[in-house]
Protein backbone atom coordinates (compact mmCIF):
# COMPACT_ATOMS: atom_id res chain seq x y z
CA UNK A 1 0.00 0.00 0.00
CA UNK A 2 1.47 3.21 -1.06
CA UNK A 3 1.03 6.79 0.63
CA UNK A 4 -0.97 9.16 -0.92
CA UNK A 5 0.86 11.53 -2.43
CA UNK A 6 0.48 15.13 -1.70
CA UNK A 7 -1.08 17.70 -3.62
CA UNK A 8 0.08 18.72 -7.08
CA UNK A 9 -0.27 19.70 -10.31
CA UNK A 10 1.03 17.01 -13.01
CA UNK A 11 2.56 19.19 -16.42
CA UNK A 12 3.29 16.47 -18.64
CA UNK A 13 0.23 15.89 -20.68
CA UNK A 14 0.93 12.61 -22.40
CA UNK A 15 3.28 9.96 -23.11
CA UNK A 16 4.40 7.80 -25.76
CA UNK A 17 5.24 4.23 -24.69
CA UNK A 18 7.00 2.36 -27.40
CA UNK A 19 7.90 -0.10 -28.58
CA UNK A 20 11.15 0.03 -29.58
CA UNK A 21 11.89 0.14 -33.59
CA UNK A 22 7.93 0.94 -34.25
CA UNK A 23 8.43 4.59 -35.41
CA UNK A 24 8.71 6.54 -32.03
CA UNK A 25 11.75 8.23 -33.44
CA UNK A 26 9.43 9.70 -36.10
CA UNK A 27 6.74 10.27 -33.79
CA UNK A 28 8.76 11.88 -31.62
CA UNK A 29 10.31 14.30 -34.57
CA UNK A 30 6.36 14.90 -35.27
CA UNK A 31 5.12 15.92 -32.41
CA UNK A 32 7.88 18.23 -31.03
CA UNK A 33 7.57 19.95 -34.70
CA UNK A 34 3.94 20.84 -33.66
CA UNK A 35 3.52 24.63 -32.61
CA UNK A 36 1.36 23.79 -29.76
CA UNK A 37 3.35 20.98 -28.51
CA UNK A 38 6.32 20.65 -26.38
CA UNK A 39 8.06 17.06 -26.48
CA UNK A 40 10.89 16.60 -23.96
CA UNK A 41 14.38 15.23 -24.50
CA UNK A 42 16.23 12.74 -22.33
CA UNK A 43 20.11 13.52 -20.96
CA UNK A 44 21.49 11.11 -23.98
CA UNK A 45 18.73 10.76 -26.45
CA UNK A 46 15.06 11.28 -26.45
CA UNK A 47 14.05 8.83 -23.74
CA UNK A 48 14.14 10.20 -20.39
CA UNK A 49 13.20 6.84 -18.80
CA UNK A 50 11.80 8.53 -15.89
CA UNK A 51 8.35 5.80 -15.26
CA UNK A 52 11.20 2.84 -16.12
CA UNK A 53 14.52 3.85 -14.61
CA UNK A 54 14.81 7.13 -13.02
CA UNK A 55 11.84 6.91 -10.65
CA UNK A 56 13.47 7.36 -7.35
CA UNK A 57 15.07 10.49 -8.99
CA UNK A 58 11.66 12.48 -8.49
CA UNK A 59 8.82 14.35 -9.64
CA UNK A 60 11.46 17.66 -10.10
CA UNK A 61 13.70 16.28 -11.60
CA UNK A 62 11.42 14.53 -13.91
CA UNK A 63 9.38 18.05 -15.07
CA UNK A 64 12.56 19.66 -15.03
CA UNK A 65 12.75 18.61 -18.62
CA UNK A 66 9.34 20.21 -19.25
CA UNK A 67 10.77 23.65 -18.22
CA UNK A 68 11.04 25.51 -21.76
CA UNK A 69 7.39 23.90 -22.92
CA UNK A 70 5.55 25.22 -20.02
CA UNK A 71 4.08 27.23 -22.13
CA UNK A 72 2.61 24.68 -24.95
CA UNK A 73 -1.01 23.31 -24.65
CA UNK A 74 0.41 19.63 -24.40
CA UNK A 75 3.51 18.52 -22.98
CA UNK A 76 4.98 14.23 -23.13
CA UNK A 77 7.83 12.45 -23.86
CA UNK A 78 8.78 9.33 -25.98
CA UNK A 79 9.84 6.62 -23.82
CA UNK A 80 10.25 3.15 -25.43
CA UNK A 81 11.03 1.34 -21.95
CA UNK A 82 7.69 2.01 -20.61
CA UNK A 83 5.73 -0.09 -22.49
CA UNK A 84 7.05 -3.84 -20.64
CA UNK A 85 8.14 -1.80 -17.91
CA UNK A 86 6.62 -3.98 -14.85
CA UNK A 87 6.58 -0.63 -12.52
CA UNK A 88 5.64 2.09 -15.25
CA UNK A 89 2.01 1.22 -15.41
CA UNK A 90 1.02 2.16 -11.84
CA UNK A 91 3.71 4.80 -11.88
CA UNK A 92 2.35 6.83 -14.72
CA UNK A 93 -1.05 6.59 -13.26
CA UNK A 94 0.12 7.79 -9.66
CA UNK A 95 1.25 10.71 -11.36
CA UNK A 96 -1.59 11.51 -13.48
CA UNK A 97 -4.54 9.53 -13.66
CA UNK A 98 -5.76 11.05 -16.63
CA UNK A 99 -2.80 10.76 -18.65
CA UNK A 100 -2.92 10.26 -22.64
CA UNK A 101 -0.89 7.22 -23.88
CA UNK A 102 0.19 6.65 -27.04
CA UNK A 103 1.52 3.43 -28.81
CA UNK A 104 3.39 2.43 -31.85
CA UNK A 105 3.30 -1.44 -32.55
CA UNK A 106 4.80 -2.80 -35.59
CA UNK A 107 4.80 -6.52 -36.95
CA UNK A 108 6.14 -8.68 -33.66
CA UNK A 109 8.79 -10.31 -35.78
CA UNK A 110 10.13 -7.54 -37.95
CA UNK A 111 10.18 -5.56 -34.97
CA UNK A 112 12.40 -8.01 -32.87
CA UNK A 113 14.42 -8.29 -36.04
CA UNK A 114 15.11 -4.66 -35.98
CA UNK A 115 16.05 -4.56 -32.60
CA UNK A 116 18.79 -6.79 -32.61
CA UNK A 117 20.12 -4.43 -35.85
CA UNK A 118 20.03 -1.69 -33.59
CA UNK A 119 21.91 -3.67 -30.08
CA UNK A 120 24.50 -4.43 -32.98
CA UNK A 121 24.76 -1.08 -34.53
CA UNK A 122 24.84 0.29 -30.75
CA UNK A 123 28.02 -2.00 -29.67
CA UNK A 124 25.58 -4.03 -27.01
CA UNK A 125 25.91 -7.03 -29.41
CA UNK A 126 29.54 -7.71 -30.25
CA UNK A 127 31.15 -11.70 -31.28
CA UNK A 128 28.79 -14.01 -31.67
CA UNK A 129 25.90 -12.72 -30.36
CA UNK A 130 25.17 -10.94 -33.59
CA UNK A 131 23.99 -14.08 -35.01
CA UNK A 132 19.90 -13.56 -34.45
CA UNK A 133 20.01 -16.94 -33.04
CA UNK A 134 22.37 -16.38 -30.54
CA UNK A 135 21.41 -12.99 -29.85
CA UNK A 136 17.61 -14.50 -28.91
CA UNK A 137 19.10 -16.48 -26.08
CA UNK A 138 21.21 -13.23 -25.11
CA UNK A 139 18.90 -10.85 -24.93
CA UNK A 140 15.31 -12.19 -23.64
CA UNK A 141 13.82 -8.47 -24.27
CA UNK A 142 13.71 -9.18 -27.65
CA UNK A 143 10.93 -11.38 -27.28
CA UNK A 144 9.52 -10.02 -24.51
CA UNK A 145 8.88 -6.29 -26.27
CA UNK A 146 6.83 -7.92 -28.84
CA UNK A 147 4.27 -9.38 -26.56
CA UNK A 148 2.25 -6.60 -27.30
CA UNK A 149 -1.33 -8.36 -25.60
CA UNK A 150 0.62 -9.69 -22.45
CA UNK A 151 2.06 -6.12 -22.04
CA UNK A 152 -0.99 -4.14 -22.80
CA UNK A 153 -2.77 -6.41 -20.37
CA UNK A 154 -0.49 -4.98 -17.53
CA UNK A 155 -1.65 -1.27 -18.24
CA UNK A 156 -5.10 -1.88 -18.97
CA UNK A 157 -5.33 -2.89 -15.02
CA UNK A 158 -4.82 0.57 -14.29
CA UNK A 159 -5.54 2.47 -17.24
CA UNK A 160 -8.87 2.52 -19.71
CA UNK A 161 -8.25 1.52 -23.63
CA UNK A 162 -10.24 5.04 -23.92
CA UNK A 163 -6.79 6.30 -22.40
CA UNK A 164 -4.71 5.09 -25.53
CA UNK A 165 -3.80 5.76 -29.13
CA UNK A 166 -2.45 2.88 -31.01
CA UNK A 167 -0.23 3.45 -34.25
CA UNK A 168 0.16 0.43 -36.23
CA UNK A 169 3.63 1.07 -38.22
CA UNK A 170 3.07 -0.66 -41.33
CA UNK A 171 -0.39 1.86 -41.66
CA UNK A 172 1.44 5.28 -40.50
CA UNK A 173 4.25 3.85 -43.45
CA UNK A 174 1.48 3.68 -46.07
CA UNK A 175 -0.91 6.58 -44.71
CA UNK A 176 1.56 9.14 -42.73
CA UNK A 177 -1.21 12.32 -43.24
CA UNK A 178 -4.00 10.45 -42.14
CA UNK A 179 -1.89 8.79 -38.98
CA UNK A 180 -0.24 11.90 -37.57
CA UNK A 181 -3.62 14.11 -37.97
CA UNK A 182 -5.27 10.96 -35.79
CA UNK A 183 -2.28 11.60 -33.13
CA UNK A 184 -2.60 15.64 -33.07
CA UNK A 185 -7.03 15.19 -32.82
CA UNK A 186 -6.09 12.55 -29.81
CA UNK A 187 -3.83 14.87 -28.09
CA UNK A 188 -6.52 18.00 -28.41
CA UNK A 189 -4.58 20.18 -30.69
CA UNK A 190 -4.78 21.41 -34.43
CA UNK A 191 -4.91 18.37 -36.57
CA UNK A 192 -4.63 20.39 -39.94
CA UNK A 193 -1.02 21.52 -38.90
CA UNK A 194 1.00 19.15 -41.24
CA UNK A 195 5.13 18.59 -39.88
CA UNK A 196 8.04 19.07 -42.29
CA UNK A 197 8.89 15.41 -41.10
CA UNK A 198 6.23 13.65 -42.10
CA UNK A 199 7.25 11.86 -44.80
CA UNK A 200 10.89 11.98 -43.55
CA UNK A 201 12.40 7.88 -42.60
CA UNK A 202 14.16 8.62 -39.34
CA UNK A 203 16.55 5.96 -37.52
CA UNK A 204 16.64 3.38 -39.83
CA UNK A 205 18.69 0.54 -38.48
CA UNK A 206 21.88 0.20 -40.81
CA UNK A 207 24.94 -1.06 -38.98
CA UNK A 208 27.90 1.12 -39.12
CA UNK A 209 31.25 0.45 -41.06
CA UNK A 210 33.04 2.07 -38.04
CA UNK A 211 31.58 1.51 -34.35
CA UNK A 212 34.39 4.18 -33.10
CA UNK A 213 33.07 6.36 -35.73
CA UNK A 214 29.03 5.89 -35.30
CA UNK A 215 29.85 6.05 -31.13
CA UNK A 216 31.80 9.23 -31.33
CA UNK A 217 28.91 10.99 -33.75
CA UNK A 218 26.51 9.94 -31.21
CA UNK A 219 28.64 11.80 -28.18
CA UNK A 220 28.72 14.89 -30.03
CA UNK A 221 25.52 14.80 -30.85
CA UNK A 222 24.43 14.09 -27.15
CA UNK A 223 26.65 17.29 -25.54
CA UNK A 224 25.08 19.62 -29.03
CA UNK A 225 21.41 18.66 -27.47
CA UNK A 226 23.02 19.39 -23.68
CA UNK A 227 23.58 23.06 -24.67
CA UNK A 228 20.59 23.59 -27.12
CA UNK A 229 21.99 22.71 -30.32
CA UNK A 230 19.48 19.79 -31.42
CA UNK A 231 18.55 21.65 -34.24
CA UNK A 232 21.96 21.55 -35.28
CA UNK A 233 22.14 17.71 -35.07
CA UNK A 234 19.20 16.85 -37.01
CA UNK A 235 20.11 19.20 -39.84
CA UNK A 236 23.32 17.27 -40.15
CA UNK A 237 21.34 14.05 -39.77
CA UNK A 238 19.13 15.64 -42.75
CA UNK A 239 22.05 15.91 -44.83
CA UNK A 240 23.21 12.81 -44.31
CA UNK A 241 26.54 12.80 -42.97
CA UNK A 242 25.56 10.33 -40.34
CA UNK A 243 24.48 7.80 -43.63
CA UNK A 244 27.86 8.49 -45.14
CA UNK A 245 29.46 6.18 -41.90
CA UNK A 246 26.90 3.51 -42.41
CA UNK A 247 26.94 0.18 -44.51
CA UNK A 248 23.83 -0.25 -46.95
CA UNK A 249 25.04 -3.60 -47.33
CA UNK A 250 24.19 -4.57 -43.78
CA UNK A 251 20.53 -4.16 -44.47
CA UNK A 252 20.87 -7.42 -46.32
CA UNK A 253 20.61 -9.25 -43.21
CA UNK A 254 23.47 -11.12 -42.83
CA UNK A 255 23.40 -11.16 -38.73
CA UNK A 256 19.08 -11.44 -39.32
CA UNK A 257 18.85 -14.94 -40.23
CA UNK A 258 16.74 -17.29 -38.02
CA UNK A 259 16.94 -20.98 -38.47
CA UNK A 260 13.14 -22.54 -39.78
CA UNK A 261 12.08 -23.77 -36.77
CA UNK A 262 12.96 -21.08 -34.77
CA UNK A 263 10.99 -18.80 -37.27
CA UNK A 264 8.03 -20.98 -37.07
CA UNK A 265 7.95 -21.48 -33.45
CA UNK A 266 8.34 -17.29 -32.90
CA UNK A 267 5.31 -16.86 -35.42
CA UNK A 268 2.96 -19.47 -33.72
CA UNK A 269 3.89 -17.22 -30.80
CA UNK A 270 3.26 -14.07 -32.46
CA UNK A 271 0.26 -15.00 -33.53
CA UNK A 272 -1.30 -15.83 -30.93
CA UNK A 273 -0.61 -12.56 -29.14
CA UNK A 274 -2.08 -11.23 -32.45
CA UNK A 275 -4.93 -12.30 -32.53
CA UNK A 276 -5.44 -11.54 -28.35
CA UNK A 277 -4.27 -8.29 -29.00
CA UNK A 278 -6.86 -7.61 -31.77
CA UNK A 279 -9.90 -8.53 -29.38
CA UNK A 280 -8.41 -6.26 -26.62
CA UNK A 281 -8.34 -3.63 -29.18
CA UNK A 282 -11.26 -4.46 -31.38
CA UNK A 283 -9.59 -4.19 -34.32
CA UNK A 284 -7.76 -5.91 -37.57
CA UNK A 285 -4.32 -6.42 -37.37
CA UNK A 286 -4.15 -8.90 -40.98
CA UNK A 287 -1.39 -6.67 -42.15
CA UNK A 288 0.69 -8.56 -40.12
CA UNK A 289 0.10 -11.45 -41.03
CA UNK A 290 2.64 -12.59 -44.05
Known sequence: MHAAPGKRSAIVDFLCLGVQKAGTTWLHKVLEEHPQVFVARGEEDK???????????GYEWYERHFEPGRSAARRGEVSTSYFYSKDAPERVHRYRPDMRLLLCLRNPLDRLISNHRH????????????????????????????????????????????????????????????????????????????????HEKVNEGRIPRSRLADRAFRLAARGLRRIGLGSLVDSVKRA????????????????????PKTRRELQELFAQETRRLEEMLGRDLSVWRH
Do not use: C, M
Not at 47 to 57: A, L
Not at 161 to 182: D, K, Q, T
Not at 240 to 259: C, I, V
Open 240 to 259: GAKDLNRASETRSGSYTTLD
Open 119 to 198: EIRIGHVTGENRLLENGLANNPSYVEQSLYATQLAHWLEVFPLSSFHVLIFEEVFAAPEAAIRGVYEFLGVDPAFRPPSL
Open 47 to 57: DTRFFSHFYDY
